[in-house]
């Protein structure tokens, strides 16, 4: 089993950045991939980026290219999400994701990932 539990959601203004965190415990997570996916008022849940837990493999959703990071600190067992230049049309709840079949190209659908947290929000004033 791995726990996940989100943080660093809130309030920000368009062109703002903020940091997400993911903490994870449970079993351990050097074959994982883990993931971030967010989900706006009604529509599906979408992927945003993943990074392999023992490598720099990332993926990331076109939509956010070039404007949010994915990265993990190991000994932290934590993965982050920093958001640079904010758009109102990120405003979502944002998940974090455990993938822990090993795959050697971070996944990109919901299916892949078998462990989820609670989700965070994040709100993007325009």
């Known amino acids: 089993q791995v726990q996940l539990v989100e943080s660093g959601g809130g309030l920000v203004q368009a062109g703002d950045s903020l940091k997400l965190s993911c903490a994870a415990s449970?079993?351990?997570?050097?074959?994982?991939?883990v993931g971030w996916f967010r989900q706006a008022p009604a529509k599906e849940r979408e992927f945003v980026a993943a990074i392999r837990w023992s490598s720099t493999n990332t993926r990331y959703a076109d939509s956010v290219k070039g404007r949010f990071t994915i990265y993990r600190e190991n000994a932290k067992n934590t993965a982050y999400l920093q958001m640079n230049v904010l758009k109102a049309e990120d405003t979502a709840v944002y998940y974090c994701a455990v993938d822990s079949i090993y795959r050697i190209v971070p996944g990109t659908s919901r299916a892949d990932y078998n462990y989820w947290g609670q989700g965070t929000q994040v709100t993007v004033s325009s």
């Open positions: 449970g079993r351990t997570l050097s074959t994982s991939t």
